[in-house]
């Protein structure tokens, strides 16, 4: 990235933040008030652009949450990302859509390990792996935003694109990668592997970034820190996103119950 272009894109970066938890902020103080309003995020929706330009990654965007409805932040959320993302389709599921693909598309060990896992979150990380290597795409967590648009961030010939970060290390909120990509295949082992050892009790580290890192130590990944690529929990907070989930955060639940349970079986085909 040349200097010119990193200065603008810091620059957009910190507008984008600034704006965004200011919108926040300001929501906090009207939320008593509309405190049972909810906002339904779409199943589906096309392309409000086509592009011309042919490129690995598929033009999808990937996302899921224990439901669609949604308070305000989490929708506007979704609207920004839309709007960085014109060229791209949407696609959302729920828990349970997650669970009927992976039955679908990996009946077998990698349903059964999938079935294991007791936490939303944990979940959430193994299928959007999944979803990735079955249809590419780029994945986003529910409180994760674009920091740049899609169609400029990801070059014709990337076969993924991960982020980097504040302490430079790997994470997995933002994903985007082309199917079948080897990367993947290494971080669905390595899940598998810790689904099977069963000693773990951290959802970071069984399925989540610590996987990540662990699966691609002997892979070149083409790599960007996340002020420039995305970032997290700038439009909404843990507050908004889990009001109408009664056992909390992940990090609350595991706290207080095992993340896997016995092996479960899965229907085959």
């Not at 906090?28 to 086509?50: A, N």
């Not at 079955?134 to 674009?146: F, K, P, R, S």
């Not at 892979?219 to 995305?230: L, P, S, T």
Request: charged content about 20%; aromatic content about 10%; hydrophobic content about 40%.
């Amino acid at each position: 990235m040349n200097p010119a272009l990193r200065t603008l894109r810091f620059a957009v970066s910190r507008l984008i933040k600034v704006a965004a938890n200011s919108l926040k902020g300001a929501y906090h103080l009207v939320h008593p008030l509309l405190h049972s309003k909810r906002f339904t995020l779409p199943r589906h929706r096309p392309p409000v652009i086509r592009s011309l330009r042919e490129q690995k990654i598929s033009r999808i965007v990937w996302q899921t949450n224990f439901t669609n409805k949604v308070t305000f932040p989490v929708y506007l959320n979704y609207k920004f990302n839309r709007l960085m993302s014109l060229t791209y389709e949407y696609r959302f599921m729920t828990d349970e859509d997650c669970a009927e693909f992976i039955e679908s598309k990996y009946p077998g060990p990698i349903c059964e390990a999938y079935k294991r896992l007791r936490i939303g979150a944990s979940k959430a990380d193994f299928w959007r792996v999944l979803v990735l290597m079955e249809h590419g795409g780029v994945y986003l967590d529910i409180d994760a935003n674009l920091m740049w648009p899609l169609e400029a961030l990801i070059s014709r010939n990337d076969r993924e694109l991960l982020v980097r970060d504040r302490s430079n290390n790997l994470t997995n909120f933002f994903l985007a990668s082309q199917n079948g990509n080897p990367l993947l295949s290494s971080i669905i082992e390595k899940i598998m592997d810790n689904i099977r050892v069963g000693t773990m009790n951290n959802i970071a580290e069984l399925t989540g970034p610590g996987a990540v890192i662990a699966a691609t130590a002997n892979f070149k990944v083409n790599a960007e820190v996340q002020r420039y690529v995305c970032d997290q929990g700038n439009f909404t907070n843990e507050f908004f996103q889990y009001v109408d989930h009664s056992p909390g955060k992940w990090t609350t639940q595991q706290a207080k119950t095992s993340v896997l349970s016995p092996s479960i079986g899965c229907r085959q085909q």
